[in-house]
Nanobody, 115 residues
Framework: QVQLVESGGGLVQPGGSLTLSCVAS????????MNWYRQSPGNQRAFVAR???????FTTESVKGRFTISRDTARNTVFLQMSSLKPEDTAVYYC?????????WGQGTQVTVSS
């Protein structure tokens, strides 16, 4: 069982920046993919970005150019750097790790973009 713990959420003004962190209880290189998802009230959880074991990255179109996923393998940590934040980015952000048929989730961290 892999434990994932997110942090870094908070309240930020439109146009601002935040960096989310996801710390895993074991080496993230043991996971095939690490993802960030988000869920806003009344909506389904939606994919935001992923980084593969080999280091390849992909972000969903709505955040491309504003959000960047990265990792620090020595610290078993995946980051989501968010800039030019918009009110529609307000959501609970979840870290997800996938290994074989198993999918692991963190508890989420709230991001609120508001003036």
């Amino acid at each position: 069982q892999v434990q994932l713990v997110e942090s870094g959420g908070g309240l930020v003004q439109p146009g601002g920046s935040l960096t989310l962190s996801c710390v895993a209880s074991e080496s993230i290189l043991g996971l095939e993919i690490m993802n960030w998802y988000r869920q806003s009230p009344g909506n389904q959880r939606a994919f935001v970005a992923r980084i593969t074991r080999s280091g390849g990255t992909f972000t969903t179109e709505s955040v491309k150019g504003r959000f960047t996923i990265s990792r620090d393998t020595a610290r078993n940590t995946v980051f989501l750097q968010m800039s030019s934040l918009k009110p529609e980015d307000t959501a609970v952000y979840y870290c997800n790790g996938v290994r074989a048929a198993n999918s692991y989730w963190g508890q989420g961290t709230q991001v609120t973009v508001s003036s």
